[in-house]
């Protein structure tokens, strides 16, 4: 393997963005599937979070689909709810762009905890990233759930072999959260902007 299973995400990234700056809805969602494999590498630790995540990738990519000129700029597919006022709906594009955003919020955290803090357990480090981000938007059951499949992470070394390929893993790392983060904030800015930032998991 060329790199480390960082290496698609990043290339990605290039392309996310039109030459206005706006978020593309195609790009975007591919860099997040190219995170899948990654979310693998954990094993049970990660189911939930993997089904969640290609869930919401699979609604807005469907949208997309049905109209790819509509739907070329990622925020067009809020848009239209919020004008026929079916963004809050628990089926929405909107709702799915907010969790899967949520989601890349809590795998960022956790890789930024993987790179600074190199002692930590990997049940520590995802413990930490979950109470950083996701935790707060979860009810009891959903938190519960999470607490339990934490326990089940992998251990640290093998997971960095794991992912390592033959690149530069925590060069890496901080390259894909340093890309990240800016298109995360802008959605959660864009979601604020529209009213959405703010929904729980029933």
Not at 80 to 85: D, G, S
Request: overall charge negative; aromatic content about 10%; glycine content about 6%.
């Amino acid at each position: 393997m060329e790199g480390t299973v960082f290496a698609p995400a990043l290339e990605g990234f290039k392309t996310v963005k039109s030459d206005q700056g706006e978020i593309l809805t195609k790009p975007f969602l591919d860099v997040c599937k190219q995170i899948l494999p990654i979310i693998d590498k954990f094993g049970a630790a990660m189911t939930l979070v993997k089904s969640d995540i290609g869930g919401n990738i699979t609604r807005l990519e469907s949208k997309y689909e049905s109209n790819p000129a509509a739907f070329n700029l990622l925020y067009s597919l809020v848009q239209v709810e919020i004008e026929a006022k079916t963004a809050k709906a628990s089926s929405s594009c909107t709702n799915g762009l907010l969790w899967l955003t949520r989601a890349m919020d809590f795998l960022v955290e956790l890789f930024r905890n993987l790179l600074e803090h190199q002692d930590w357990a990997m049940s520590e480090a995802c413990t930490d990233s979950y109470g950083k981000t996701l935790k707060k938007w979860h009810g009891w059951i959903a938190s519960s759930t999470f607490s339990i499949a934490m326990k089940l992470a992998p251990d640290r070394k093998k997971f960095m072999e794991v992912i390592e390929g033959n690149g530069d893993v925590m060069g890496d790392i901080e390259k894909f959260c340093d890309a990240f983060t800016p298109l995360l904030q802008e959605n959660h800015k864009f979601l604020t902007s529209v009213g959405m930032d703010d929904l729980k998991a029933s």
